[in-house]
């Protein structure tokens, strides 16, 4: 039986861009309040975008049987028709004590003026993104999880190389779990064969393509790398690691080089020495160099645009809408043309591959 609770509430909104913990949030609530038995008859998942919000009410409205509570999650909360929000809000206005409705989002969108409403008879709860010493202590608590120490460094370089997704972050962290057998202490030398690397110069000449606009250089790079399924650190190296599929770390380490590439001309606008650059932002003076010299080609709403873009693919990656490497070429396609309208995400949008003659979606 699942562990049942006083405190269950009838509805809960989770948001925010750190999906992997809101999903977390969303397990831990169905373990409280449904056995894996129960869940065949009593656990509803719904889309926001595609779902009818009368059946989602309906649903909710409907009384659990043999469990106690029936559990309603709704994804994409904040993607609903606007003009069908009131059925689900007089809903929340009114809930079912025997259902427990789960509302998440990536945004509060339209339930923003509703939080308040929802507070007085559920729960509300932002998921930000982790940064910087919060990931690693992450990290660190993670693997403690397991039953082994992982060293602070050992967790930086983790996030250095693999990004600051935590699905990445954990599939790396069962790797090394995995591999290390029954060491208990974790550094750097145990760290370093199991992650798989993406290496940082492969995304510098990208984004020095994406930043001249020049689409048939940034293409060859993009497929270079997505064929290997390996990348190299340096153009004398040989391949790095091969990886089952290198999309959601490129993607990572591209949207991870716009925000240094804004973080080190905001700095210099301020009057920042590149040594003083470099210290602030734990950089090589050579580092804070190449990304100030690469920000000549990028203006500040370009900078803007291609984190969201590389967010938004982001997130058509993991519901998996297409194939990758068409969303990998669509991103790059859209970024070295800023000028023109984005084409649409599910457009049929030729690989090189394709363009060799081989057949695309």
Known sequence: MAKQQADIHPVYFFYGPEDYLIDEEVQRLLDQTLSQKERELSFHLFNGAEASLREVVQTARTMPMFSRFRVVVLKDADLIDKKESETLLEYVRDPSPTTCLVLCGQTPGLWARHLGDIEKIGRVREYRRLRGKSLVSWLVKRMAEMGKRLSEDAAEYIVEVSGDHLQDLDTTLEKVFLGVG???????????????????STVFDLMDAIGNQDLEKALGILEKAM???AISFRKDEG?????????PLLLSMMAKQYRNIRRVKELTLQGREI?????????????????LDQGKHFSEP??????MKCHETDLFLKRGRARKDLLMEKL??????????PSPPFSKVGTTRDRKGQEGI
Do not use: T
């Open 182 to 200: 029954e060491k208990k202490d974790i550094d750097l030398p145990e760290v370093d064969g199991f992650v798989s690397e993406v290496r940082v």
């Open 227 to 229: 064929e290997s399924k």
């Open 239 to 247: 391949p790095s690691k091969r990886m089952d599929d290198p999309s």
């Open 275 to 291: 040594a003083e650059a470099a210290k602030e932002l734990r950089m090589s003076p050579w580092n804070v160099q190449k990304l």
């Open 302 to 307: 370009s900078l803007r645009q291609g984190i």
């Open 332 to 341: 790059v396609i859209d970024l070295c043309r800023p000028g023109h309208p």
